[in-house]
Nanobody
Framework: QVQLVESGGGLVQPGGSLRLSCAASGIIFSSHLMGWYRQSPGKQRELVALIDRFGTINYSASVKGRFTISRNSAANMVYLQMNSLKPDDTAVYYC?????????WGQGTQVTVSS
């Protein structure tokens, strides 16, 4: 079955960095648009970053210049390097895989930015 497993979340001080990882299995990785989304309490889930199989990338305005998405197709992995973290970045971060016919979500990993 399809699995997207996130890791790398945690507690970090403002200005710090974290690297999230997502391990994908059960899908043809190269056929999927991979992305990271996040959701804070009381807010809707929002897009953070997307990367397609050609390496074309899109970021939300709120993270552009601070976050970097990447993918390793040989290992079926997608990453999110988060630098200069702010308290507003606190959220559950979800890995997403999307094809022409299906959409899959991971279980999420908590990121808390606080002093």
């Amino acid at each position: 079955q399809v699995q997207l497993v996130e890791s790398g979340g945690g507690l970090v001080q403002p200005g710090g960095s974290l690297r999230l990882s997502c391990a994908a299995s059960g899908i043809i990785f190269s056929s999927h648009l991979m992305g990271w989304y996040r959701q804070s309490p009381g807010k809707q889930r929002e897009l953070v970053a997307l990367i397609d199989r050609f390496g074309t990338i899109n970021y939300s305005a709120s993270v552009k210049g601070r976050f970097t998405i990447s993918r390793n197709s040989a290992a079926n992995m997608v990453y999110l390097q988060m630098n200069s973290l702010k308290p507003d970045d606190t959220a559950v971060y979800y890995c997403n895989a999307k094809s022409a016919t299906s959409t899959y979500w991971g279980q999420g990993t908590q990121v808390t930015v606080s002093s």
